[in-house]
C-alpha cells in the first residue's frame, strides 16, 4: 500500500494510547458542549420561538430601547394579552425591564423602511393564547395521536434479536 507524500498521519503511533492530557483535555471539551450554559434555551419576547444558546444571536436590551414598539402593538386587543408597555411581549423572553430578541425580529424592527410588525411576532396575529393544562401534560404517542401535523424527525432506533 502506498502512502502519498500528502498524508501527514504518522503510522508509527497506531493503537497507542493517548496522552492523559489529550484525555483531559477531551473530557472538558466534553463537559463545555454539554453544560447547563451550553444546553439553556433562550425565548425571543417578540415571536416566541425557542433558541438554543449556542445556535442563537439573542440580544437582552431594557424595554424602553426596543426600537419602533409601535409594531408590536397588537391589532386587535384581548384580554388574555399579556402587554409590556402596550407591546405584545413573551413573558417567558421577558424578565423585569429586559427583553430577549433574536436577530431575525430585532433586524425587522430596525429597519427603517418597515411599516410593519416583523413576521413572526406575535403582533402579527400570531398569538394563539396559554396551552391549556391538559395539552401540556400528553405523553409523546399521544401528541402524535392528535397532532394534524407533526414537522419534526425522531429516529428511534430498534435492535433486532
Not at 60 to 75: F, G, K, R
Not at 82 to 103: Q, W, Y
Not at 127 to 134: A, Y
Request: with cysteine.
Amino acid at each position: 500500500m502506498h502512502v502519498s507524500q500528502q498524508d501527514n498521519h504518522d503510522i508509527t503511533c497506531f493503537l497507542e494510547l493517548p496522552s492523559k492530557d489529550w484525555v483531559q483535555d477531551c473530557h472538558w471539551q466534553f463537559y463545555g458542549v454539554t453544560s447547563n450554559a451550553a444546553v439553556m434555551m433562550l425565548v425571543c419576547s417578540v415571536c416566541a420561538r425557542e433558541l438554543g444558546n449556542q445556535e442563537s444571536k439573542m440580544t437582552t436590551i431594557a424595554l424602553n430601547d426596543i426600537p419602533n414598539p409601535h409594531l408590536l402593538v397588537p391589532p386587535t386587543p384581548h384580554s388574555a394579552h399579556t402587554l409590556f408597555s402596550n407591546m405584545l411581549l413573551e413573558p417567558m423572553g421577558t424578565h423585569r425591564d429586559k427583553v430577549a430578541i433574536c436577530v431575525q425580529c430585532l433586524s425587522s424592527l430596525q429597519s427603517k423602511k418597515n411599516c410593519y410588525p416583523p413576521w413572526f411576532s406575535l403582533a402579527n396575529n400570531l398569538w394563539i393564547g396559554e396551552v391549556p393544562w391538559q395539552l401540556k401534560t400528553l405523553t409523546f404517542p399521544e401528541q402524535l395521536l392528535i397532532a394534524l401535523l407533526y414537522p419534526w424527525v425522531y429516529v428511534f432506533k430498534l435492535f433486532p434479536k
